[in-house]
C-alpha cells in the first residue's frame, strides 16, 4: 500500500507468513510476488484473496493452463499492466507457445471490437440465444 | 442499425448474400444471426468484420472451444449482454459443458477483482515479469 | 430515481422548471428526456450537468454535429444503452448520415480491438509520441 | 496538453489564476497539483471542471471523507493511476486510515468480481428490486 | 444459468441450502436474490463468493453504510444494471436516503469524467503523491 | 511480444516487409510506430489489423481527421495511454489544433460522467428514441 510498501517475508506476521509459504508450496516457487507483498497490508484481504484464487485456479474441468489463458485474456482486455505481465508470465510457466499467445490476443481484440458493434447498432438478442 | 433494422437474406444485396452465405457454410447451420444482420446496414463493415472473425476463430495453436471460451469470458468481463448470449452458445455448440462455463465465470470474476486491487495497490511490475 | 421516478414539467419546483424551459430553448424542442427528468429528483446536479453539457456541446472549434458523433462513439465505446440510443438520435437530428453513422461504429470498432492489442502486447510509447 | 505542459501560477492568464486562486483557498493549501496544470490549457474546462468538482465534494449529506473514499473507489475500479494517487492522497488528507483504505479496495475488488458474476450469468432483476 | 435457471430453496442440495440459510440468518431476510439461485448453479462458487462477500461486507472500520455504498458506486460506474437495482435496494436497506444516494451518483459522475481528462491529458503523477 | 520484443524492418520476413511497406506508402511516411513492430510477432494478425484500420480509415463518408478525433476519442476514454499518445500525434498531422483537442477531451469527460449517471439512476429508453 502506498504508504507502507511491500512486507517481506522476513518482516511478515505468522498470519501473512502463513500465506505466503502456502502461495510457494502450491506454486511450487520461492518467489512471492509483489502483488502479495502489497496486499499483505491487510492480512486478510491476502489470506481471502489467495484462497479464492487458489480455488478457482485449480484443476477442474478446465486445466490450469486454459484458466490461466482466461485470466490473461481478461486482464488483457482490462488494460492492466501489472496483471498482463504477471499473468503472460504464469501462462507461460504453465506451457502457453508464442504463438498461443497471439491467438489469444487476437481474440481479445477481436471480442472487444464486436462488443462494441453490438452495442452500437443496439443488436436484440435472437430468440433462440435466450436461456 | 436504428433506422433500417435487421436485412434478411431474401432483402440483400448480392454482397451481402456472399457474406451471409460464407457465414453458413463455416458455421455449418442455416441462421444468420442478428448482429450480421444488424451489421449488414454497412456491407464494407460486415465484411471485414467476418473475415477477421473467421480468421481469428479458425484451428489454430488454440482449438476452437478454447477460442470459443476466450472470447465469452471477455465478453462476460465487458458485460456485453448480446455477446454473452450469442457467445454462450456458441460457446456450448463447440462443446463447453456446464461445468466449464461455471469455471470461467469463476475465472473471470477473479480476475476482475485482482485487476482493480493491482491497481488500487499500485503495484509495480516486478523485474522478473518484465518483458 | 428508482423510487421516485421522473418528474413531469407541470410537477416541477421553479428551480427543475428552468433548467427544462433552457433545454427547451437552446435545443430548440419542446421535449424533455427521460434523464433530465429523472435527475430533477437532484436539482442541483440537473442544474449543474446541463449547464456542463450546454457549454461543452456549443458550437467551438469543433461543429455540433462533430460533437454528437464524438459523444455517440464514447456512449458506443462505454456500452450505455440509453445513451447510444438518445445520442443516435441527437446525432441524426444534428445531420448524421447512415453512412456516417456505420463510419463512426467502424472507428469505434478498431479503436476498441487495437487499445486491447497494444496492452496485451505491452507496447511502450514511442519517443516521438512523447509530449 | 502533451505539446504544451502544465501552466505554472506565475505564467497563468488572469481567468486561470482566479481557478488557481480559489482552489487553494477552498483547499487550504499552496499547492496546485498537476491535473488543474494541464487542464489549465483550456481555461473554460478548468474552471467548469473545477466548480463541479468544488459544487460535487462540499459538505452535504455525505461528509467530505465518504465523498473522497467514494472517488477513491471509482478511481481504483476505473484503473486511472493519477487519479488513485492523487485521491488516495486527498482521502488521507480527509482522514481515512490504513484499514479504511484497505476495506474499501476489497469492497471494489468484490464489487468487481460481483458485477461480472451477474452479467456472465445473466441474472435478470428480481421484481422487487425494480424501481 | 441460462440452461438451468434459478435454483429454488426447495429443489437446492445440502451444500446449496446451508449457504442459502446462513444468507438469510446474517441479512435477517427469508429472501434470497437471483444472483444468489443463479450462482447455486456452481455449488462452489456460491459458497466462495458468499464467503467473501459476507466477511468485505461486514462492520469494520467501515460501516455497513458507507460499505454498500462503495459497492453501489461502483456497480453504478460499471454500469451493471442488475447490481445497481440490488444495491440500491441494499444500501437504502442500510440506510442511505434519497439525497445520499443523489451525492454518491454525483461523485462517481464526476470520479468518471476527471479520470478520462487525466488520461486524454496525460497528466503525470506529482512526486508528492508518490507512495 | 514480451519475449522477442520488437522486429525491425531489416529484421522482418517478406511478409512483415510488405506491410511495413504498404504502411509507409499509405501514411506518407518512413517511420514504423512500436505497435506495428510489437505485432509483427504474429504476421497475420499484423496484416490483418493493417488491412482493417487502412480500411476504416480511409476517407468516406467521414473526413481523415474526424475519423483520427474519434479514434483519439475512445482511446482516451479507454484510458489506454499508448493510444492516446499515437493517436493525439495522429490527429494533430491530420490537423488537430489545440483548441480541437481540448474540446474532444471536454466532450469525453461529459459523456463519461453522463454514461454513469443514466445508469446510477436507471433511466428508461424513451419511446421516440426507439429505433
Known amino acids: 500500500m502506498p504508504t507502507r510498501g511491500f512486507i ?3 518482516d511478515a506476521s505468522p498470519a501473512v507468513k502463513a500465506v505466503y509459504d502456502d502461495i ?3 506454486r511450487q516457487t520461492d518467489y512471492i510476488n509483489n502483488f502479495w507483498k502489497a496486499l499483505a497490508a491487510d492480512p486478510a484481504t491476502l489470506r481471502r484473496t489467495w484462497e479464492s484464487v487458489k ?3 485449480a484443476p477442474g474441468q478446465l486445466d490450469p493452463l486454459t484458466k490461466e489463458m482466461i485470466y490473461l485474456a481478461v486482464s488483457a482486455s482490462n488494460q492492466c499492466g501489472y496483471c498482463i505481465a ?3 508470465a504464469a501462462a507461460r510457466k504453465a506451457g502457453m507457445s508464442d504463438a498461443q499467445f497471439s491467438e489469444i490476443m487476437a481474440v481479445v481484440g477481436m471480442a472487444n471490437e464486436t462488443n462494441r458493434l453490438v452495442s452500437g447498432y443496439q ?3 435472437d430468440d433462440r440465444f435466450k436461456a
Open 24 to 26: 510457494m508450496t502450491v
Open 55 to 57: 480455488e478457482v485456479m
Open 123 to 125: 443488436v436484440e438478442i
Open 8 to 10: 517481506e517475508y522476513q
Open 86 to 88: 504477471s499473468h503472460t
